[in-house]
């Protein structure tokens, strides 16, 4: 009987079909990294999302805790936000995290900063989130005791413009509806006729920590590459 079964050929690749194979794989793995490589250098340098969200919160609550001392003569909540928001461009915000002793309090509620190399977290020393401008002048001290980076943002208010909320002019606060016949009147927050001032917040990471490159050599013009944007906002 006939077998009609399959035999299988003995024969190999040929050396041309064998170059033929590692070119196409090597165009491949070309590729891939072309794709894939800076996106994964992407992941490696942007924050956790926790750590974003940490980031957002504590500028958001900050915007509109008046601190005693401090030296501003703000009124309410709102008003600090206001002002905060408009001179970002020119007072740049500055974001960390430093060890702070809870045992001594300053007068605007933020702890000195524990500068003692030893000392055990949750005791001797408490990880303090704290926004600082760039002229306040507890910042120089806090640096010493740094956990972390320091982080900027740069604020701007989000407007109207008849179809979806946009960016407006960095440094100004407007009507962000002006066709809703809202009245305005007075300088200021007192002028501004909404309940809440809408902005985008954009993080960057300052290249350097220490506090004579901040004070004096950071130039928030030149961060271009926002490592993450929240739309966030205040309320009166």
């Given at each position: 009987?006939?077998?009609?079964?399959?035999r299988?050929?003995?024969?190999?690749?040929?050396?041309?079909?064998?170059?033929?194979?590692?070119?196409?794989?090597?165009?491949?793995?070309?590729?891939?990294?072309?794709?894939?490589?800076?996106?994964?250098?992407?992941?490696?340098r942007?924050?956790?999302?926790?750590?974003?969200?940490?980031?957002?919160?504590?500028?958001?609550?900050?915007?509109?805790?008046?601190?005693?001392?401090?030296g501003?003569?703000?009124?309410?909540?709102?008003?600090?936000?206001?002002?905060?928001?408009?001179?970002?461009?020119?007072?740049?915000?500055?974001?960390?995290?430093?060890?702070?002793?809870?045992?001594?309090?300053?007068?605007?509620g933020?702890?000195?900063?524990?500068?003692?190399?030893?000392?055990?977290?949750?005791?001797?020393?408490?990880?303090?989130?704290?926004?600082?401008r760039?002229?306040?002048?507890?910042?120089?001290?806090?640096?010493?005791?740094?956990?972390?980076?320091?982080?900027?943002?740069?604020?701007?208010?989000?407007?109207?413009?008849?179809?979806?909320?946009?960016?407006?002019?960095?440094?100004?606060?407007?009507?962000?509806?002006?066709?809703?016949?809202?009245?305005?009147?007075?300088?200021?927050v007192?002028?501004?006729?909404?309940?809440?001032?809408?902005?985008?917040?954009?993080?960057?990471?300052?290249?350097?920590?220490?506090?004579?490159?901040?004070?004096?050599?950071?130039?928030v013009?030149?961060?271009?590459?926002?490592?993450?944007?929240?739309n966030?906002?205040v309320?009166?």
């Amino acid at each position: 009987m006939k077998n009609l079964g399959y035999r299988a050929s003995g024969r190999g690749f040929t050396l041309m079909e064998t170059v033929i194979a590692i070119g196409v794989l090597a165009v491949l793995l070309t590729a891939f990294l072309a794709v894939f490589g800076p996106a994964a250098q992407g992941i490696r340098r942007a924050v956790s999302v926790q750590d974003a969200d940490r980031l957002a919160y504590a500028l958001e609550k900050e915007l509109v805790t008046l601190r005693t001392g401090s030296g501003d003569s703000y009124t309410t909540g709102f008003e600090k936000a206001y002002n905060w928001i408009k001179e970002s461009t020119e007072e740049p915000l500055l974001i960390y995290q430093y060890k702070g002793n809870p045992e001594s309090i300053r007068d605007d509620g933020t702890m000195e900063p524990y500068t003692d190399q030893n000392g055990t977290a949750g005791e001797d020393f408490i990880v303090q989130p704290v926004v600082r401008r760039r002229g306040d002048p507890e910042m120089e001290e806090e640096l010493r005791a740094i956990e972390g980076r320091v982080f900027t943002a740069k604020l701007t208010q989000l407007v109207f413009n008849g179809e979806s909320w946009v960016k407006g002019e960095a440094g100004d606060i407007v009507d962000p509806t002006p066709d809703d016949g809202d009245a305005s009147s007075g300088s200021g927050v007192e002028s501004y006729p909404e309940a809440v001032i809408a902005f985008s917040a954009e993080f960057y990471a300052v290249p350097n920590n220490s506090y004579e490159y901040i004070s004096s050599r950071l130039n928030v013009d030149n961060l271009t590459n926002p490592i993450f944007v929240r739309n966030l906002a205040v309320r009166r």
